[in-house]
């Protein structure tokens, strides 16, 4: 008993790198705008009021109570701003909120605009929306209510922080802990279905014309290669949240999730959403399975970085 | 420790609890009806804790797609493959498609797509909208020589205004 104590103890009050949330504060305001230029070219047929979907079916298909663009068209309309306004208006307070968040300036202020635009943006746009928005959504969220700012931010810069090291903790381990039932949840439902024992699913995925990037018309005579792909995703996902936090496996398991996502992202067409998956795990897991990750102090590449200059490989003084 | 970082506490665990809860399809298997659980599924859509993570599971269905034809007033017809611009549209243009597989939501979202056509071609009379599926054989079938073929799945025909004028 008093070694579960002592567990919980040292997992909600083991101090963690500030980093740790600068980082996820950069990753997360990086990857919305990276995807807001991404999507700029087709914002009007995901979003404009005649786009693919108009407004009011949108709305009236909608099973969220969350603010939308017909919403806000609605009650700007009495300072004859068009809906068309109205997009562009929420659009450009995105992408400020957005800039704000990644420099860091009024950095609570900033993330609770952006994670509110998102809101409205993907409350009208929820049926083009798919698991990139779901995260893009939690990330910004988790942006307006934790302590993202206290680091490699503008804020910290003119007013050092005076955060507690357990509050830190806690923000670091609601993300972490977010992300393992996540992927919990995501091998327990794959390993509901067949497809995921006998590789079907790798198969079906990558034959798929809108996934279809590659040719593995081979893989039907070699069905190992199929097989072993869906046996480590239920491995990889099912056991995450004990493995990333054992010391013994951690390393392997985070990487493996990354070379699990950058597979989605090359192979099955979705960059945007592998991407940001790697951003995540990254900003969650990173200092943990690479200690130093994120202060940038490697003493082993130092040691290297020594032995070359003393045998002069290297001439000048790089600092790391 | 203060007492309003204890209430930090409280909430990130009510928060976590949430998003456990919700992950197990809570939603499904609650009493709706019921205010606290309308309050948690209002809250987890500003919270994001209210999500259902079934990435590709249990399994993948057939991937249906839809193609265009536009009907000029001059009796002539145009065949149009709906693209965007950004890399990211077909993901996006897929999970409209993959709504119109269900039969409630054909209708609506069909005449929708229609409209949404129509306005770059305003010299059109009609407008078809036929949705098509990809069946692709398991990897036995594919051994013993069956390949990827698309099925048709339904068609809709609408005037200028929309107005459904055949379907099948």
Known sequence: MKKIYSGIKQLFFKQEATETLGFFRIAVSGFALIQLFVLLPDWMSFYGPKGLLPWEISDALSTTQTPSLLFISNLLQPLRITPEATVYIITTAYLISLIGLLIGFKTRLMGALAWLMHIVLNTTGHFTAYGVETFTHIALFYCTVLPVGCCWSIDARNRPHKIPGYLITLSVRIIQLHLCIMYLACGIEKSMGSQWWNGEAIWIAMQQDQFHNVNIDWMASVPIVPNLLCWSTLVVESFYAAAIFWGKTKKIWLISIISMHAFIGIFLGLQLFGGLMILLNLAAFGNHCFPNLFTFNFPRLQTVIQLFKKHGILKTSIGV | ?168
């Open chain 2, 1 to 168: 420790m203060p007492l309003k970082h204890k209430i930090y506490f409280g909430l990130a665990a009510l928060h976590l609890v949430m998003i456990a809860l919700f992950s197990t399809h809570f939603a499904d298997w609650s009493n709706r009806d019921n205010s606290a659980v309308k309050a948690l599924s209002v809250a987890g859509n500003y919270t994001g804790s209210n999500n259902i993570f079934s990435f590709f599971a249990p399994g993948l269905s057939d991937q249906p797609y839809v193609v265009y034809t536009v009907k000029y007033k001059n009796g002539t017809e145009k065949f149009i493959d709906l693209k965007g611009t950004s890399p990211d549209f077909t993901n996006r243009i897929n999970n409209i498609y993959g709504y119109l597989t269900l039969p409630e939501a054909r209708s609506v979202l069909s005449a929708s797509l229609a409209q949404s056509l129509l306005q770059h071609y305003p010299d059109a009379e009609k407008i078809r909208v036929a949705m098509v599926i990809q069946q692709i054989p398991d990897m036995d079938a594919f051994r013993n020589g069956e390949r990827n073929h698309w099925e048709f799945w339904f068609h809709r025909d609408f005037g200028v205004d929309t107005t459904l004028l055949t379907q099948r």
